[in-house]
C-alpha cells in the first residue's frame, strides 16, 4: 500500500513539472508574438540654434513678419531711400499682384550709379537662430537692361541717409544684374566686409551661360546665420557658404539700381516672408 502511495505521489509530481513548462513556454511563445512598444523616451532640452547645413535637422519656421507686396499701398513699415536720384526719378506702384520699382538716370552724371531703395523697419538678428527671407523677383526689363539690377541687400545698423546700401562697408547681398546688350540677366551674391568685395558667386559667369538667362519671374530663399549662408533658387543648385558673413544683425533692404543715360526702368517684388529658421 505504501508503495502505491509512493508511486502516485511521484506521477502528480512529474505532472506538476510539465504543467509549470508548459505554462512558461506558453507565456514566452505569446510575448513573442505581441510587437514591441517602444519605451518613451525623456524630454531633453537642447538649444534653439537652428541649422543652416542641410546635413542637420531644421527647426519649423516661426515668422517674424511676411508682407506679400500686392498692394494698394506701401506698409509704413519700408521707409524709401533715394541714393543720386531726385524723388521726381524714382517710380514706384503696385501691378500684377507686386510692387514695382523703378528710375529714371537720364539727367544723372556720366557713370554716377542712381539707386532706388526701401528699408524694412525690423531689425534682424540671426545670433542665436538663422533667419531665412523668401520673396519673389520679376525681371521687368524687356529691351536693354545693361547696367541695371535689383535684388536683396542686407546691412548693419547705421546706413547714413542717401548713402549706396550696395557699397556699405559691410553687406551681403544677393541679385540680379543685366546682360549686355539686351535684356537678360544674371544672378549675383556677394560679401562685403571693410568695404571689399570678400566672396562672389557668379554661377559660373562669364566661363558659363556668358549671355546671361531670360528671367521673369523667380523665387530666392536666402538663409543666413553667425557662421553660413544658403542661397536657393528653383531649378539650379543650392548654394551653401561656411563662412561667417561678418555681422549677426541689420536691415533688409529692397533695392533696383541703374547707371546714368537709361529711361525708366522697373524691377518688380512680391511675396516676402521672413522667418526664424532654417527650411530643409
Not at 498692394?71 to 536720384?85: E, I, Y
Not at 521726381?88 to 556720366?110: I, V
Amino acid at each position: 500500500m505504501e508503495r502505491v502511495s509512493l508511486w502516485r505521489l511521484t506521477v502528480f509530481i512529474d505532472w506538476f513539472r510539465i504543467s509549470c513548462l508548459l505554462l512558461v513556454v506558453g507565456c514566452d511563445r505569446q510575448q513573442a508574438l505581441e510587437p514591441v512598444q517602444p519605451k518613451e523616451q525623456p524630454l531633453v532640452k537642447g538649444s534653439s540654434r537652428t541649422a543652416v547645413d542641410a546635413s542637420t535637422p531644421a527647426y519649423p519656421l516661426h515668422l517674424i513678419f511676411e508682407d506679400d507686396l500686392s498692394g494698394p499701398s506701401l506698409s509704413t513699415r519700408w521707409r524709401a531711400q533715394l541714393t543720386h536720384l531726385e524723388s521726381g526719378e524714382a517710380g514706384q506702384h503696385f501691378q500684377s499682384k507686386a510692387l514695382r520699382l523703378g528710375l529714371n538716370t537720364l539727367k544723372r552724371q556720366p557713370g554716377q550709379i542712381s539707386v532706388h531703395s526701401l528699408v524694412r523697419e525690423e531689425r534682424l538678428d540671426w545670433t542665436e537662430d538663422s533667419v531665412t527671407i523668401q520673396f519673389g523677383i520679376r525681371w521687368l526689363e524687356k529691351k536693354n537692361a545693361s547696367y541695371l539690377s535689383a535684388g536683396l541687400i542686407l546691412v548693419p545698423e547705421g546706413l547714413k541717409e542717401g548713402a549706396d546700401p550696395r557699397l556699405a562697408e559691410r553687406n551681403l547681398a544677393v541679385f540680379f544684374t543685366g546682360v549686355p546688350p539686351a535684356a537678360n540677366a544674371r544672378r549675383v551674391a556677394r560679401l562685403r566686409k571693410a568695404s571689399s568685395t570678400v566672396w562672389e558667386d557668379l554661377q559660373g559667369w562669364p566661363e558659363k551661360n556668358k549671355e546671361g538667362r531670360s528671367l521673369e519671374d523667380t523665387e530666392l530663399q536666402l538663409t543666413v546665420s553667425d557662421d553660413a549662408l544658403r542661397l536657393r533658387e528653383p531649378g539650379y543648385p543650392d548654394l551653401l557658404i561656411r563662412r561667417p558673413i561678418g555681422f549677426t544683425a541689420g536691415r533688409l533692404i529692397l533695392f533696383v539700381a541703374s547707371q546714368s543715360n537709361a529711361p525708366l526702368r522697373w524691377a518688380g517684388f512680391h511675396s516676402l516672408r521672413v522667418s526664424r529658421g532654417s527650411v530643409d
